[in-house]
């Protein structure tokens, strides 16, 4: 069975850092599209950063220099990190994999912002 487990999240003041990661067991990471997702309390679910297995790399415009998602093919990780923080960050943050029918998510941590 594939499991994707989320850690790093918390409490930061806004201007600080943040680095989450999301380790899986169960999967090869290779060949596999990884994603960040965000959940904001009360707003739907939205894409912020993607990663190619070619390491390219995709961005949400709120996020674009502040955000830098990297990946560990080797570790089955995938990173996020988090720079320059805003109130407006705060959210529940989901790691995803995805290779041609094979979708799999994390089961999230929760990012606060705030002073």
């Known amino acids: ?3 994707l487990v989320e ?3 918390g409490l930061v003041q806004p201007g600080g850092s943040l680095r989450l990661s999301c380790e899986a067991s169960g999967i ?3 060949g596999y599209v990884l ?3 965000r959940q904001p309390p009360g707003k739907q679910r939205e894409l912020v950063a993607t990663i190619t297995n070619g390491g390219s790399t ?3 415009d709120s996020v674009k220099g502040r955000f830098t998602i ?3 093919n080797a570790k089955n990780t ?3 990190q988090m720079n320059s923080l805003k109130p407006e960050d705060t959210a ?3 790691c995803n994999a995805r290779r041609l029918y094979n979708e799999f998510w994390g089961q999230g941590t929760q990012v606060t912002v705030s002073s």
């Open 58 to 60: 995709i961005y949400a």
């Open 92 to 94: 529940v943050y989901y």
């Open 28 to 30: 090869d990471f290779n």
């Open 35 to 37: 994603r960040w997702y």
């Open 1 to 3: 069975q594939v499991q």
């Open 70 to 72: 990297s990946r560990d």
């Open 78 to 80: 995938v990173h996020l």
């Open 7 to 9: 850690s790093g999240g």
